[in-house]
């Protein structure tokens, strides 16, 4: 079976469908919400094309409540679905083409979502037809499911798997080739308590997913100029300070990243307290560095090298502190080695035995993501775009990040970007301007999740 062929068959038609959900600006807006529109009027606009585009080509379709809607083939006992979204992230600025105008320049489809997610989202559709057009008896029912609130929450999964029908397993296009197959645990503590302390008032950070990068902290007192220039060098950051009537503000330049890779990033408020610990000999902003100088969670002992998905990862994202009370917030990603019980308990030791006045609270937590990359799920999509791709060189991957795919069960990222098909720079990737989707990508991805659907769904494949 030639899928790639097949799937060239449907280059324009895909093309136009593309171009027609480009034009829609499926933005949430929940200031017109309404009890079947939950992300307000344009969402449900771009969820009524996709589903009246289904039910034209004779599948059946489902309206989950406006959150989500699915598009399905057959009533199979067992299921595999595909997981995309129609909602789409604000333009920005800078654009050189119409956002919504769906231009096509050098084989690239421009438009905000069409790289994200509706480029993929079609490339899916297309496969679900491509194989109903086969006429072959599948074991699987396929479900090609639409979520509407990706970006602002996934509220649309989390109703979705209260009401909706669940695939047996699946694969979201909504990442990158080859496979994620694992995703870190993500929990978000909160380390409160009071103690005297020289700080006047620190105030940094957020949201916990963002390595600080830059942290004002007041402190009482004249400024610690030889100190803070000792500081500096040794650590090799900037910072400088500001004398005030009775107190100091020192501000500290770090550099900014995803707390799912700290490495990347530089912790102004770790450095802050740092400072402030030895410059004033303050207890507790000693205790605090000590126990969060690792992004790597050594000093709250969760320190872990997990076999698929490398480092434990420890950020401080928030940062309040005035007076004597002191409330810091750590977005924690965790191997599947491990678990919210580790994390939690030798937090909790840790803080007994070393910073008895500090106490955790857990704010947040999804569980990690991990199908087994001997799964017949994993390699079936792998062996399949290697076969499709001829890329036989890049390796499953796991990541740090949260993608769409931890939101159902047994369902693993899937592309559809290539790592050997690099965007030029005309072409802006996912969430920047100039967003757009290379048309032979889109071909290839149609053509991967065809053949991965026959390989899975069909017994005499
Ligand atoms: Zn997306």
Redesign the pocket.
């Known amino acids: 079976m030639d899928f790639l062929t097949l799937a060239r068959n449907y280059q324009n038609q895909m093309i136009k469908d593309l171009q027609e959900l480009i034009a829609i600006p499926s933005l949430s807006d929940e200031t017109k919400a309404t009890p079947t529109a939950p992300f307000g009027p344009k969402i449900r606009e771009a969820l009524d094309w996709m589903l009246n585009k289904g039910s034209a080509d004779g599948f059946d379709t489902l309206d989950v409540d406006g959150y989500a809607g699915v598009i399905s083939l057959g009533h199979q006992a067992e299921s595999l679905g595909m997981l995309?979204?129609l909602d789409i992230v604000p333009i920005g600025e800078g654009w050189s083409v119409d956002p919504f105008g769906g231009q096509i320049k050098d084989g690239f489809i421009f438009g905000r979502g069409s790289g994200?997610?509706k480029g993929?989202t079609i490339a899916a559709y297309y496969a679900m037809k491509i194989i109903r057009d086969l006429n072959i008896d599948l074991n699987k029912k396929l479900m090609l499911i639409v979520g509407c609130d990706?970006?602002t929450g996934m509220r649309c999964m989390k109703h979705y798997i209260e009401v909706g029908p669940i695939p047996d397993m699946g694969f979201v296009p909504?990442?990158e080739f080859p496979v994620i197959y694992g995703e870190k645990g993500i929990l978000v503590m909160k380390l409160s308590g009071k103690k005297h302390t020289v700080i006047k008032q620190m105030r940094a950070g957020e949201r916990p997913n963002i390595v600080l990068g830059k942290c004002s902290v007041e402190v009482f007192g004249k400024p610690k100029e030889d100190e803070l220039r000792l500081f500096c060098r040794s650590h090799r950051i900037k910072a400088s300070y500001k004398y005030l009537t009775d107190s100091t503000i020192y501000t500290f330049e770090g550099k900014y990243s995803h707390a799912s890779t700290p490495q990347k990033g530089q912790n102004a408020a770790v450095y802050a307290l740092n400072f402030v610990a030895a410059a004033y000999q303050d207890e507790a902003a000693a205790d605090l560095s000590r126990l969060l100088y690792s992004y790597h969670g050594t000093g709250l002992n969760i320190e872990f090298d997990g076999a698929h998905m490398r480092n434990l990862t420890m950020n401080l994202g928030i940062v309040h502190i005035t007076n004597t009370q002191f409330d810091l917030t750590l977005d924690i990603r965790y191997p599947n080695d491990v678990d919210f019980d580790f994390c939690r308990k030798n937090i909790e030791q840790t803080l007994k035995n070393d910073a008895s006045w500090v106490s955790a609270s857990v704010i947040a937590h999804k569980e990690p993501l991990f199908v087994d990359p001997n799964s017949e799920l994993v390699k079936t999509l792998h062996d399949v775009y290697r076969e499709v791709s001829g890329d036989d060189f890049t390796p499953l991957k796991t990541m740090g990040g949260g993608?769409?795919a931890r939101t159902l069960p047994n369902f693993v990222a899937y592309g559809m970007a290539f790592p050997l098909r690099k965007l030029p720079d005309f072409a802006g990737d996912?969430h920047q301007k100039d967003e757009a989707i290379e048309i032979e990508s889109l071909i290839m991805a149609t053509a991967i999740y065809a053949k991965a659907i026959y390989k899975l769904a069909y017994e005499n494949a």
């Open positions: 995309g979204h994200d997610d993929p990706e970006e909504d990442a993608t769409y996912a």
